[in-house]
C-alpha cells in the first residue's frame, strides 16, 4: 500500500519527506519515497507503507492531511498499487 502527500513546497526532497514523516507525524517504518514534479508548484511525494492495512493508512493520511508544514497545509491520501508479476 501507498499513500501520496500533496502540496509539498517546490524542491521537496526525499530527505524532507523522510523528516516530515519521522519527526512531525511519528512514522518510522515506511518503504521507498518517490518525489513527482520536484520543480513545480504541485509536489507530490508518493510513500511506501509496510503495511496491508487500510485502516492504518486512513489513520496515517487522517494525520497528514491539512497538517501545515513549511508554510502549506498538506494533503494526503492512499492507494492500493498492485505489482505484476
Do not use: Y
Not at 519515497?33 to 496515517?60: K, M, P, Y
Amino acid at each position: 500500500m501507498q499513500i501520496v502527500i500533496g502540496n509539498l513546497p517546490p524542491e521537496t526532497t526525499i530527505e524532507d519527506v523522510r523528516s516530515l514523516l519521522t519527526d512531525d507525524i511519528g512514522l518510522h517504518d515506511f518503504g521507498n519515497i518517490t518525489i513527482a514534479d520536484s520543480n513545480s508548484e504541485h509536489v507530490l511525494a508518493l510513500v511506501q507503507l509496510l503495511t496491508d492495512s487500510a485502516a492504518a493508512a486512513d489513520v496515517l493520511t487522517t494525520k497528514i492531511t491539512d497538517f501545515h508544514w513549511k508554510g502549506r497545509n498538506l494533503t494526503s491520501s492512499h492507494t492500493h498499487m498492485f505489482k505484476e508479476d
